[in-house]
């Protein structure tokens, strides 16, 4: 029998998942009945916001509390320094037993170079600061050819244990990709093109995988937590549980059951292009760049597409939130049936949004629109299991002071987020304005040189300046929480533009580095 008083923490995360497509946030056709029933003894927060509208640098603001700008993996194919701290260092520290299981993305998991276009060979000293040594190639492709699964340089990033999942879809890598052959009497066929099952649809990266379910990434991550979770009933050390899924992100290819779980006829594109009043010049430049036929830069580029192919996606990404959704069932049933669900503090979370249709796109980018910023958070916790809904305004930086707070512990010096436990235990209110970063790692859209885009977000306002620019987005959220009327320009607004810039000035000027108070004292 266990003497732990100390709470678990089971802290879920998806990728590219919008706060409005969960059935407890009133989605009226995908189905979450898993995540819903979290939200009914928990806190769900209607206004939560990335740190960062994309993958790794809102990850790695997840796990150091801290801006991109300050913990360095500002774009996706950057990486976090292994000097970093986290917060999971700070929660081993103090007894925790940490794992990740699933996606982590604090490293590049492709070789493939960021899409920067300056020539760095002629240089004679490469950049401003000297690199951290290190095993910076943990999530490439390379460290997981041979058969044994791939030893982690441990702790990696604060976590005891790691099962890694890189990628998406259907051919992610890492430990699933070593499992997967080891399990998969045929997975060659199951992973060649040529096998990909018949299907109607014609939405870029819809693919219908002949990768079984019981083979899929998702469910190799549930599979997976639950049995490392089980495996910690009756320890008298508490553990943090971190996993993390890859999906719903494209490419669109939900296995089985949950292809044609879902219908296109069944979802409408409800706010398109058109429905925006006075679109900002990448909005306009997509649309244009979608009349004339041409192509996205990359896969991971922003794009508008077809109503059709809108339909097509999200009917397919409404079958890899419901399989996910599943999966959460299973985690949840492994900590009641093993003891430890009344002592589990149980997070769900994504790292970002996407478009998913509004105005007609598809992806993520430098637009800071809601559908992208706006990420599901709920907490449920066994000191108090009541469901209710909060309008406080919080951030993926807030997260590890809360968790830290939760625990008993004090973050560490430089941690720029605030603990929203006040939220948590009844308060209404947490921050009056939130800060959004947006580092592009190329020029894309329309820019002539990679967007470095900072958004403030309020109770009202939607604030958004893009550097060097002379325009940028104000939307009134009370009168017009769609976003469709950009009122940068308008006369009438220009006081409320003024005040809203001077205090994303104020909250940027408070951006600087705190740690380490002196290096001598380091």
């Known amino acids: 029998m266990t003497t732990q008083t100390r709470p678990n923490f089971l802290f879920i995360m998806t990728d590219q998942l919008r706060s409005d497509w969960l059935g407890c946030a009133g989605h009226p056709v995908v189905k979450t009945p898993h995540i819903d029933a979290l939200a009914a003894v928990g806190i769900r927060f209607r206004n939560f916001q990335a740190t960062s509208p994309v993958c790794m640098p809102n990850r790695a603001s997840f796990m150091t509390g801290r801006y991109p700008s300050t913990h360095?993996?500002?774009?996706?194919?950057?990486?976090?320094?292994?000097?970093?701290?986290?917060?999971?260092?700070?929660?081993?520290?103090?007894?925790?037993?940490?794992?990740?299981?699933?996606?982590?993305?604090?490293?590049?998991?492709?070789?493939?170079?960021p899409l920067r276009d300056a020539d760095t060979t002629k240089r004679l000293v490469a950049e401003a600061r000297r690199p951290v040594d290190g095993n910076y190639s943990q999530e490439q492709p390379s460290s997981y050819q041979g058969d044994t699964p791939f030893a982690f340089d441990l702790p990696y990033y604060g976590f005891d244990h790691v099962d890694m999942v890189t990628g998406h879809g259907d051919r992610c890598g890492g430990h699933y990709r070593q499992w997967f052959r080891q399990n998969c009497p045929d997975w060659e066929a199951m992973q060649d093109p040529a096998n990909e099952l018949a299907h109607?649809?014609?939405?870029?990266?819809?693919?219908?995988?002949?990768?079984?379910?019981?083979?899929?990434?998702?469910?190799y991550v549930g599979m997976q937590a639950a049995e490392w979770i089980g495996g910690q009933a009756g320890s008298d050390d508490p553990f943090f549980a971190y996993v993390s899924f890859p999906d719903p992100h494209h490419p669109f290819n939900p296995p089985g059951k949950y292809w044609d779980m879902y219908h296109p006829d069944q979802f409408e594109v409800s706010l398109p292009y058109e429905a925006h009043q006075n679109p900002p010049p990448p909005l306009r430049w997509m649309h244009e760049q979608w009349q004339e036929g041409a192509k996205a830069r990359s896969k991971t580029t922003a794009r508008r597409v077809d109503e059709q192919h809108l339909r097509e996606a999200m009917a397919l990404t409404a079958g890899m939130i419901t399989m996910i959704d599943d999966e959460i069932g299973r985690l949840i049933e492994v900590l009641r049936d093993t003891g430890q669900f009344e002592n589990t503090v149980i997070c769900f979370n994504s790292d970002h949004g996407d478009y998913l249709g509004d105005y007609s796109l598809l992806l993520k980018g430098a637009l800071p629109f809601r559908s992208i910023t706006d990420v599901p958070m709920i907490w449920s916790d066994p000191a108090s299991r009541q469901g209710r809904e909060t309008?406080?305004?919080?951030?993926?930086?807030?997260?590890?002071?809360?968790?830290?707070?939760?625990?008993?512990?004090?973050?560490?010096?430089?941690?720029?987020?605030?603990?929203?436990?006040p939220v948590i235990e009844g308060a209404d209110r947490h921050h009056d304005a939130v800060l959004c970063e947006f580092n592009d790692l190329g020029a894309r859209l329309g820019?002539?040189?990679?967007?470095?885009?900072?958004?403030?977000?309020?109770?009202?306002?939607?604030?958004?300046?893009?550097?060097g620019e002379s325009w940028g987005e104000l939307y009134d959220l009370a009168a017009d929480p769609r976003e469709t009327h950009n009122l940068w320009d308008s006369p009438d607004h220009s006081e409320v533009r003024a005040e809203l810039a001077l205090e994303l000035a104020h909250m940027l000027a408070g951006q600087m580095d705190e740690s380490p108070i002196s290096r001598l004292m380091a």
Request: charged content about 20%.
């Open 72 to 113: 360095g993996l500002r774009y996706n194919g950057c990486l976090l320094p292994l000097d970093t701290n986290c917060f999971t260092d700070v929660l081993r520290a103090g007894g925790y037993r940490t794992a990740s299981i699933g996606k982590s993305h604090l490293q590049p998991f492709t070789v493939d170079a």
């Open 200 to 219: 109607d649809y014609t939405c870029p990266q819809a693919c219908r995988t002949p990768v079984p379910e019981e083979f899929y990434p998702t469910r």
């Open 391 to 421: 309008e406080a305004l919080a951030t993926t930086i807030d997260l590890p002071a809360t968790i830290l707070d939760r625990a008993g512990f004090a973050p560490y010096n430089g941690m720029q987020g605030t603990s929203f436990l």
């Open 447 to 467: 820019f002539e040189r990679p967007a470095r885009v900072r958004s403030i977000r309020t109770a009202r306002w939607r604030f958004t300046l893009y550097q």
